[in-house]
């Protein structure tokens, strides 16, 4: 029995480690008496579908040179169901089986096959409803008032507010500095109000 373990974590969280994952697999394999052929890793987002540990997990397995991938969840895998199936399909044609640990699948089996896709078709809602949380969250910052982004730069505002000194449309700012007329409009609006709250407190501090 050829066994490939697979590990990911995200490149951005610098707190994780493959070895945990690691750990779980190995405990697995050495229980049902089955020697690791080889071990797989990726430090990258589970939303790209090109990672060169997987991807060279998928060539060997094409290769036929493993008969079991274990992995510890679906979500190490991929993140979208289609993308899920795909693989699973793949490596089925190639007489290469899937287990997960933390989640009981194991596709050597008619009820482990079929968890798999039940659990895959929840994962990929849960990314939805993150999905959907967050674009309801910026909407509601929107609404709000609140700005999102980086801070605007003082130096551009400051050239925004001598072109439109200059008599220059908000159209033809925007040509220049490379924003929208839109973004100059809301710039100089901004600038305004700040001279307006400087004024005011130049004016209580003289009192």
Same mark, same amino acid.
């Given at each position: ?9 995200s !490149?951005h969280? %610098?707190?994780?480690?493959?070895e945990?994952?690691? /750990?779980?697999m190995?405990d =697995?394999?050495?229980r049902?008496g089955w @020697?690791i =052929?080889k /071990?797989?890793i990726?430090?990258?987002s589970?939303?790209? *579908?090109?990672?060169p540990?997987?991807?060279?997990m998928l060539?060997d &397995?094409?290769?036929?040179w493993?008969? $079991?991938?274990?992995i510890v969840?679906?979500?190490?895998? &991929?993140?979208?169901?289609?993308q899920?199936?795909?693989?699973v399909?793949?490596? *089925?044609?190639?007489?290469? @089986?899937l /287990?997960? *640990?933390?989640?009981?699948i194991?596709?050597t *089996?008619p ?6 896709? $039940?659990? &895959?078709? $929840? ?7 993150i ?7 910026? &909407? ?6 609140k !700005?999102?982004?980086?801070?605007p730069?003082p130096?551009?505002? %400051? ?5 439109? @000194?200059e008599g220059?449309?908000?159209?033809e /700012? ?7 007329h839109?973004a100059?409009?809301?710039?100089? !609006?901004r ?5 307006? $709250?400087?004024n ?8």
């Amino acid at each position: 029995m050829r066994v490939a373990l697979y590990a990911r974590v995200s !490149r951005h969280d %610098k707190d994780q480690n493959p070895e945990n994952q690691l /750990i779980k697999m190995k405990d =697995f394999v050495f229980r049902q008496g089955w @020697e690791i =052929f080889k /071990i797989y890793i990726d430090r990258a987002s589970g939303a790209k *579908t090109s990672r060169p540990g997987f991807d060279q997990m998928l060539r060997d &397995a094409r290769a036929r040179w493993l008969d $079991v991938i274990v992995i510890v969840r679906l979500d190490r895998l &991929a993140r979208s169901t289609r993308q899920l199936l795909n693989v699973v399909d793949d490596l *089925t044609k190639r007489g290469v @089986e899937l /287990i997960c *640990t933390d989640q009981d699948i194991d596709t050597t *089996t008619p009820s482990g096959k079929l968890l798999f896709t $039940v659990l &895959a078709g $929840v994962s990929e809602l849960e990314l939805d409803l993150i999905r959907e949380r967050t674009r309801d969250g910026l &909407a509601r910052a929107r609404a709000e008032g609140k !700005r999102l982004g980086r801070p605007p730069s003082p130096a551009l505002t %400051k050239r925004i507010v001598a072109l439109r @000194e200059e008599g220059r449309s908000l159209r033809e /700012i925007g040509d220049i500095v490379g924003l929208s007329h839109q973004a100059v409009k809301q710039r100089l !609006r901004r600038h305004r109000v700040q001279k307006r $709250v400087e004024n005011s407190r130049g004016g209580q501090s003289d009192r």
